[in-house]
């Protein structure tokens, strides 16, 4: 099979890996060539690494290596029967891109982009052939996160779903089917874990260590919200809490932070500015600030969890209850795509479902605000005994 993939970032790089490491001839375009030599540079250094710890050997390394070809004309991907986009996140750019590549592809090709965040349904309109055209949402490390969203527009057809979710599933990739709406699953379901952690903070009910060290300690997650959002960016991190805000109609469930904004504009990005919620040294990957104030108030840490954890199992019950997603797509989706210790739906069942109406009506009895309205499924799985099937 042949594969192009457009943009020679880390995440463009990374699919072209999968790609390569599923035996397809895969071509790497970029209008950059720096980028390119820079991508065929990790790319060897990756493999080599892959080699010094027993999982490959260099065999191997040739084959994936001699797989992929690196491009800068896009005419290049001409013979491709998958293209993947991985550029910047700006619609008019990537609407450009396909226009073109349109006019070079035979009416075969699957079109798809790697969008997180913009509509595939507006991306296809720009094309001849809209229903060729699809989301395939990969989740950094490519090559090492089982996860990968298929996303069909309403223009995507029934065919073009299908073998496109037989080809990454031969690609040995975890595949969810999501519907074409603002962050898709995780970018959706994950909210609450940073805007609900920001709000007890700005609250003086805990401190960073102390919101973190709870969902660690009593929660199981491996990183905190605050430590999480520094590992991505908070300046990443805001502009996809405001993108979900905005394309949901300014509904306050997806509210930004005026903290995390106020820190992205002090340019407190975390890890890789030195500086965030958190302290870090010169390799930008430990921690120097001291963690001592994390809380040993159990009763404290466990109410902080378990409201940062009922406003998450009422955003996955929420997405169900529109369809977005199948309950067991939903699941899969947070285990596999930002590691969650459990599916939050089954979470949910473990809890009890009426635990979590009643968490959600006493937060909104207290805020009085639509934030906290508690999702129609679990309020009528309440009533009825049910619980979430798979």
């Given at each position: ?5 457009i ?88 609407k450009?891109?396909?226009s073109?590549?349109?006019t ?41 996160m ?55 903070y ?62 992205a504009?002090a340019?407190?990005?975390g ?20 963690k ?99």
């Amino acid at each position: 099979m042949n594969v192009g993939i457009i943009g020679a970032g880390t995440m463009g790089s990374g699919i072209a890996q999968v790609a390569a490491t599923a035996h397809c001839k895969v071509k790497l375009y970029d209008t950059n060539r720096e980028a390119l030599n820079k991508a065929e540079a990790s790319l060897n250094k990756i493999l080599l690494r892959l080699i010094e710890k027993g999982h490959i050997d260099s065999d191997e390394k040739n084959r994936i290596q001699n797989n992929i070809s690196y491009v800068d004309n896009l005419k290049n991907l001409a013979n491709s029967n998958l293209v993947i986009e991985a550029i910047i996140e700006n619609l008019d750019t990537k609407k450009k891109v396909f226009s073109e590549l349109e006019t070079y592809v035979d009416a075969h090709c699957i079109m798809a982009s790697n969008t997180s965040s913009l509509s595939i349904a507006s991306i296809a309109a720009a094309l001849e052939k809209p229903e060729r055209f699809i989301g395939i949402h990969f989740f950094n490390p490519a090559p090492l996160m089982p996860l990968v969203e298929i996303v069909p527009a309403v223009q995507t057809s029934a065919e073009i779903k299908n073998q496109t979710i037989q080809i990454i599933k031969d690609w040995k990739k975890t595949v969810v089917v999501v519907k074409d709406t603002p962050g898709f699953i995780v970018n959706r379901v994950a909210r609450p874990f940073y805007g609900e952690a920001l709000r007890v903070y700005e609250e003086g009910i805990a401190s960073f260590a102390q919101i973190d060290s709870a969902m660690k300690v009593i929660g199981g997650f491996k990183m905190g919200p605050f430590e999480l959002m520094d590992f991505i960016g908070n300046d990443v991190n805001y502009t996809v809490t405001e993108s979900v805000f905005t394309a949901f109609y300014y509904d306050p469930r997806y509210k930004p932070s005026f903290t995390q904004k106020r820190y992205a504009e002090a340019g407190y990005l975390g890890r890789k500015t030195g500086k965030g919620y958190y302290n870090y040294n010169e390799n930008g990957s430990t921690v120097i600030q001291s963690k001592s104030e994390e809380s040993s108030d159990k009763e404290l840490a466990q109410k902080i969890f378990e409201r940062i954890l009922v406003m998450l199992i009422n955003e996955a019950a929420d997405a169900l209850f529109l369809n977005i997603a199948s309950a067991e797509d939903i699941d899969n989706a947070m285990t596999k795509g930002v590691n969650y210790p459990k599916g939050l739906l089954a979470w949910a069942n473990e809890k009890g479902i009426n635990w979590c109406v009643e968490k959600m009506d006493s937060l909104y009895d207290e805020y009085r605000e639509d934030r906290y309205r508690c999702s129609p499924i679990l309020r009528r799985m309440g009533q009825s005994g049910e619980s979430f099937s798979f």
